[in-house]
């Protein structure tokens, strides 16, 4: 292991605990404060089967941002985006939540965030419902929330985002921090064809297979996220992202395999397409998958952002989802994944000309 490395890697435990007690002290100081302010509901989307549903939300103190136009300043999204990441959250609130007539409460921690848990006496029906969640004891604290339902799907979507769904340049650290930084949910661009291959996967008009989206952006930044998926017509779906603070000294790594299988096991009968990027480690993740859970995994589909040389690891590691008998598809467009997923059945030659179209579109301008 590189010195460097093998350094930061000794430190990070007392830097973890370190910055655990100065987020403790400083919470001590300023939670009782926070709590006489205006509080708001930040709620994210609830996940889960007919009879078992999580819904987490967070708890904070409201910044004031206009709704994200396409002809905003930079500097005007640049104080967006700090907003965002300096969110003022509120620990020690109680909240309640109504799902389908079923009652779920929750306090939020110093964080601000908090879950919820449904246990209906009656399956829910797959699709799409509606949570309403309330502040105890302030009247008008109130949000709704999406939760979606997953039964009788024929497999779900596992994605991740940057630079597998939005061009974020994450292999490039000055371009990724300008686009990341100076942008908003409209002026951010999606790859070609990415919205069309998803519709397909989905299949929105029919049986709706689930998609979900596994990233290590912050929680702060969902709004942001969520807004981008809807204006561009990317199918949407539960998004598992991170906690800002030290816990994003660890990598993304462990972060995105933990909640890859806490999807496999909380679908235990349901196989899955997974889609990512090669810019980071994206391959070697799904690969480990491949081999974890056999004859769960229908085709890994693998974005190509990067060098030949990345591209000859990720070769090695289609040899071993070969052996698995995955087929890992490292894919210049969406269109070619779009032609391997026709080939395999998992859309309809019609859906692969309607994302042949959208390519083509975009090329075009």
Known sequence: MNPAKQAFKAALPLVERTAALVDRTFSQFIQPRRLKGNLILQM????GTPGDVELTGRVLLPR???????????LRN?????RRLFSREVGGVKVTAILDGQTATATSDLDGFFTLYFKPDAPL???????TVSIDGREGATSRARVQIVDR?????????????????????????????????????????????????TREDKERNPIFYVSSS??????????????????????FLRNWGADLLKGHGGYKHGVIERLFQK?????????GDSGEKDPEIYTEIVRKYPGRVLAVYIRDVTEAHRDEGVSKLRQEAKKAGVDLVLASDSLNAAGHAMSLGLITPLEYRSVLTSVARTYET
Do not use: C, E
């Open 44 to 47: 994210y989307v609830g996940w």
């Open 64 to 74: 004031d941002m206009r709704p994200a136009q396409k002809g905003d300043p930079r």
């Open 78 to 82: 640049f104080r967006n985006i700090m």
């Open 125 to 131: 029906p797959g699709g799409w419902h509606d949570a």
């Open 153 to 201: 799907a024929r497999f779900g979507i596992i994605s991740d985002l940057d630079d597998t769904v939005i061009q974020s340049d994450v292999t490039s650290v000055p371009r990724m921090l300008s686009t990341v930084l100076t942008g908003n949910a409209r002026t951010r661009s999606p790859f070609a064809g990415v919205g069309a291959l998803y519709r397909a996967l």
């Open 218 to 239: 912050p929680w702060n930044f969902f709004d942001l996220l969520w807004q981008f998926l809807d204006y561009r017509r990317i199918p949407l779906g539960p998004l």
């Open 267 to 275: 679908f235990p009968t349901l196989p899955f397409v997974l889609v």
